[in-house]
């Protein structure tokens, strides 16, 4: 098992790697995440180095969107455990994100607090460039699949920001991506009024806008509703 395990670790770096345990697979994701966390901040190649260990529970609906923002801070702060951030220069914007989550609750203001984590996180990431870092993420079939999109990308960025990434998830041969539409005039709703998340429709067949990530139905589009970030 050791062996396979440092495997793995060398294997890591500049991909995603996805795990699936094939028995019992709620409690065997979760043990195999464990035992790889644990072996991997004992192992003398790489106990020095930061191992972000991320494990969702339960299951999390298309409505808490919050969770994109909890994940990346909960990465940010983690990676400073154990390393040396001598040439980190973030701490001005996690402080800037603080504030905002006090005064900028709701609504689209979200996507501010989101850059401003997400900011801080990848110039954390830069200063841990000449070093390794690693996350192991368990669970995240837990999430419906319109945030998974959306954590899918957050988390495809952070590879390419050099986080050297394990995913374990249920098995899942016959599932398909659905997603609700974003545009606050799905349906005709006027700008005052929108519909809520709940009285949307979900579909299999959607837009994401590459600037912001909020999904798009084909039914807006032909009626000329586009994202205001395209």
Known sequence: MAASLCWW??????RVSDIVPRTRANEAETTLTAIISQHLRSHPNSKQHPVVSVFIASDVS??????????????????????????DESDDLYEDFELARETCPEGTRLRLRLKLIREALHIRLKALRDSRSFLLLDGIDRI????????????????????SILLTSRLAVFEQDVGICDHRNHGGAPDDDPLSPQDREAS????????????????????????ENW
């Open 144 to 163: 419906d699949s319109t945030l998974r999109i959306l954590l899918e990308k957050e988390i495809a960025d952070l590879q390419d920001a050099g986080l």
């Open 62 to 87: 298309n409505y808490q969107a919050s969770i994109i923002e909890d994940f990346l801070e909960n990465v940010y702060l983690k990676l400073s455990q154990g390393a040396s951030l001598d040439k």
């Open 204 to 227: 299999s067949l959607f837009l994401v806008c590459r600037t912001c990530g909020d999904l798009l139905c084909f039914e807006c589009r032909g009626a000329g509703r586009i994202c």
């Open 9 to 14: 670790a060398r294997s890591w770096k500049g």
